[in-house]
């Protein structure tokens, strides 16, 4: 069964903390960037060499897997708005439908070793192009195509909130014991 797609806008996480992970966009620094991806994306190799990693705890809810595909994704897409928002003068940028992605790229049916792999590369190389920013290109803007502007500040902190978020929704459904 399909998960029934997510429409909301999440930008809401850079004003106020998220009640279910307690993130709070607005107390991370950008300095602590890539120190924090890096830090999430080596919590995730050991939840996909679980033996029930591939199962979804009810019909609504991504498996481990699944969410962890979606993380590498996610860090992919967002080194490349990185790159965007740094070589070009406010981009604008295209909506991305993770749900159809996921059902598109089957991230039902990948092997968890390559995710986890894939994930922790992906990371890095986020991490180390939010390094790389130089402090006076922090302010520089990019529009999203639904509407939202960010700086890569905002932008960092929107994507680290993801991340975070998606290691929560994961946390709550996976146990040691399971």
């Known amino acids: ?16 903390p998220c009640p279910a992970c307690k993130f709070r966009a607005r107390e991370v620094a950008v300095d602590d960037l890539p120190r924090l991806i890096r830090e999430n994306a080596a919590a995730w190799p050991a939840v996909l060499a679980r033996a029930d990693v591939a199962v979804r705890p009810d019909d609504h809810t991504w498996s481990p897997l699944e969410y962890a595909a979606h993380v590498r994704d996610v860090c992919r897409l967002f080194d490349e708005r990185l790159r965007r928002i740094l070589d070009e003068e406010d981009p604008l940028l295209a909506n991305w439908d993770q749900d159809a992605t996921a059902l598109a790229e089957r991230y039902d049916l990948e092997m968890p070793e390559t995710v986890g792999l894939q994930l922790v590369a992906a990371a890095k190389s986020v991490a180390d192009s939010f390094a790389a920013v130089p402090p006076a290109a922090r ?13 890569v500040v905002t ?24």
């Open 1 to 16: 069964m399909p998960i029934v797609p997510d429409t909301s806008d999440w930008t809401w996480v850079l004003q106020r």
């Open 139 to 151: 302010q520089r803007t990019a529009r999203r195509s639904d509407g939202p502007s960010f700086t």
């Open 155 to 178: 932008l960092g902190s929107y994507f680290l909130h993801d991340i975070v978020h998606h290691w929560h929704d994961v946390a709550a459904v996976t146990s040691p014991a399971r």
